[in-house]
């Protein structure tokens, strides 16, 4: 088989003919299909079926603390529930607060809280001239977003197959008292499904902050998001390592189960150092009484331990498994040894991460829209939303039912074909 | 009868004397009891048993939209809760963002938006040498504690019996640009149970601020919290006003069913003008994919309307009643006439206001304190917790059982009675 750059004009020119007939017949089917965000599906969330009848009798409001949780009060949740996403997240439930229903929202506020009261005593960054964050790239969208909005500024460090390029990392860190901060994904990263390895871990602990306000912001968002029982990542725990190379503080950790219960309805938690989760104690008492008792006691109740999540995330597994496949199969069916398209296979997470022909990824992503194929937007897995090769795309197929997703591939490699023809006629 | 400043000094021994020994006789039953803070008790919280078999039959999680409420989304809320919250606040749903469970988070929260990115295009106030904030006292000791974390220096103004002073407001808001914000809480106030007159609320509309970012922070906590249905407080809706005024966005208003349903599990929401909205919008939608519709749906089930509400209310008011009831009482029956001290008669709300004589109200508190009675501190209903006259304490009646309410006041008014006796006698 020839790839697409081997191919004379002419071959080109009849294979655009074909391929631009193939687009009009799809175009006339008016679909409307959805890819774009990392959404569970309605079979993932159905299976939570019990899940509101855990406060049933509804006598049971009572922590084993004796706290009653419909009333006010436990700024850092209740003792159960730090102990069942302390053992989610391998951390004492002594260095754990238990928020509301977002752990993205915990990252907001920690950047905010960062930018007017500063870090454990630090100068508030908003009295900085300026702040720097490194950006692994391809990333995540709303990791992005949220520096961007505090005017902090983003530098790319691109990924290797192990996590981010771990030299340009430290030299940033090590070197520059602006930058503050590094967003990571350490596991089945978004988009593409890379876990670091322990070495990456291991020189991210060991880093020599020029800032002493330099914090990694550590969201381990699929931690026990596995596809498969026998093929499993294993990410190192960031804060013993930390704490090992002398720097205790120098890490936040960031976790939910948005995605082992409900989107929006779960509950989302911080991991930190004594000291850093000190301080964020005394400024978060002054903003809430305290979040979500009974959704946190809901949780404790419904999985009974940190063992019940694993298993229950067993039949997510079992729902996903089938969708990830059916991509991998598609794209290697359709795009293989074509040489317009590279992709990750991931083993966990949400995404699959499809890499372009430089200058293609936008054009792709427009013709899916055109199709009735809702993509995540080309660029934004970048800061600024700007990719300097035009070249990434997020894959998320979580969410369609598999008939629809099959269909929505159909149209992407279709998509990615013509875009690639067209360039190289171009 | 006479005043304990008519008693002649031998006659405050003989009483001083008298009430010691009472104080001993008390100190030795060991009592732990706690009236510090505005809690519902458990008897209220029961009356909600019903609440969690609103999401049963589990299939019914869509909202009117179709929207899977189990899902990421809806930034502002899903619309039959921004409809229900908005009924509650007297706003058009358009105008309505329903947040999570705390309106004391959204108020920090807005406070840190306007900190950090201004309010509609203005400068940051972390941008400016100096902000201030009116405080009208005594009031709410977690708005003080909100503008105080930020820096931002607060003026007291001084509680009359319809409202804040409002030549003070006038003279403050209209001539001094440095001053932003002021807090309310205009219907049986926190925590003298006052509510605004129709006056205060029309000239609070016409304000005409030296600063464009000004704004009131209408914190509307206890709007349908009424003790009687025939004896009720009306507030001038205030976002009318200040259209009809010219000051169209110059008003958020706050509320939440903290005191409806569950505190820490209710629903909390914002009103704003349409461009208010819009740049809040802009902002929160980096922050969060949105809040828990679950308990949105919860809410909208349970109470079907916002009559439902006004009806639940009641319910709420007859576990109140007798224990506001029984502080008038026992105040009126144990001080009446001593000329010891001055007490507000609030018909809804949470708190009853008592003002001891000058110098007092800190040796009441640790009178209560030594003899197993917690109140609220002493000071704590003003900025900076400092209340210039050391007068003012906060008496919450909502959380303690009957029977141990009644202990409580009784140990208040001999700590009030003795107290007043060593001050008159030093």
Redesign the interface.
């Known amino acids: 088989m020839k790839t697409y750059k081997e191919l004379s004009k002419e071959e080109l020119e009849a294979l655009k003919k074909d391929l631009s007939a193939q687009y009009e017949d799809v175009k006339g089917k008016g679909l409307k299909l959805n890819m774009a965000?990392g959404?569970?599906s309605?079979e993932q969330?159905d299976m939570?079926?019990?899940f509101?009848?855990t406060?049933?009798p509804?006598s049971v409001?009572k922590s084993e603390a004796g706290i009653?949780?419909?009333?006010?009060?436990?700024l850092i949740g209740i003792a159960e529930a730090r102990k069942l996403m302390g053992d989610m997240m391998e951390v004492d439930p002594d260095n754990i607060i238990v928020f509301?229903?977002?752990s993205?929202?915990i990252m907001?506020?920690t950047v905010?809280r960062s930018?007017?009261?500063g870090v454990c005593g630090s100068t508030?960054w908003?009295?900085l001239d300026k702040v720097k964050f490194l950006c692994p790239v391809p990333g995540y969208d709303?990791h992005f977003?949220?520096t961007e909005?505090?005017g902090i500024e983003m530098i790319n460090i691109p990924m290797k197959a192990d996590g981010p390029d771990m030299d340009l990392v430290e030299q940033y860190v090590n070197n520059d008292a602006a930058v503050k901060g590094i967003w990571c994904v350490p596991k089945y990263s978004n988009p593409q499904g890379i876990t670091y390895s322990e070495e990456v871990c291991k020189r991210m602990a060991a880093l020599k902050p020029a800032a002493e306000d330099f914090r990694i912001f550590w969201d381990n968002a699929y931690t026990i998001h596995h596809l498969y029982d026998d093929k499993q990542d294993n990410l190192p725990e960031i804060m013993n390592l930390c704490a090992q190379a002398g720097n205790p503080d120098m890490v936040y950790k960031f976790c939910s189960t948005?995605k082992v219960t409900?989107?929006?309805?779960g509950v989302a938690a911080m991991a930190a150092s004594t000291k850093n989760i000190e301080f964020i104690k005394k400024?978060i008492t002054?903003?809430?009484?305290?979040?979500?008792?009974?959704?946190q006691l809901r949780h404790v109740r419904y999985f009974g331990s940190f063992d019940g999540m694993v298993q229950h995330m067993k039949k997510h597994a079992a729902i996903l498994r089938p969708k990830f496949e059916l991509v991998l199969s598609e794209l290697e069916k359709e795009l293989g040894g074509l040489g317009i398209g590279e992709w990750t296979k991931p083993i966990g997470g949400y995404f699959v991460s499809f890499q372009a022909m430089e200058g293609c990824a936008k054009e792709i992503v427009a013709k899916c829209k055109d199709l009735g194929v809702t993509l995540t937007g080309a660029g934004a897995t970048y800061p600024y939303k700007k990719d300097p090769m035009d070249s990434n795309i997020r894959i998320a197929p979580t969410f369609p039912p598999i008939d629809e997703l099959a269909e929505a591939l159909k149209v992407f490699v279709l998509a990615v074909k013509l875009t690639s023809v067209e360039k190289l006629l171009a």
């Open positions: 965000r959404l569970p309605a969330l939570e079926a019990d509101f009848n406060l049933n509804q409001f009653d949780c419909r009333n006010y009060g436990e509301g229903n977002s993205l929202n907001y506020d905010c930018v007017v009261h508030p908003c009295k709303r977003a949220i909005q505090f948005s409900f989107p929006g309805s400024i002054i903003q809430t009484i305290g979040h979500d008792k009974l959704n």
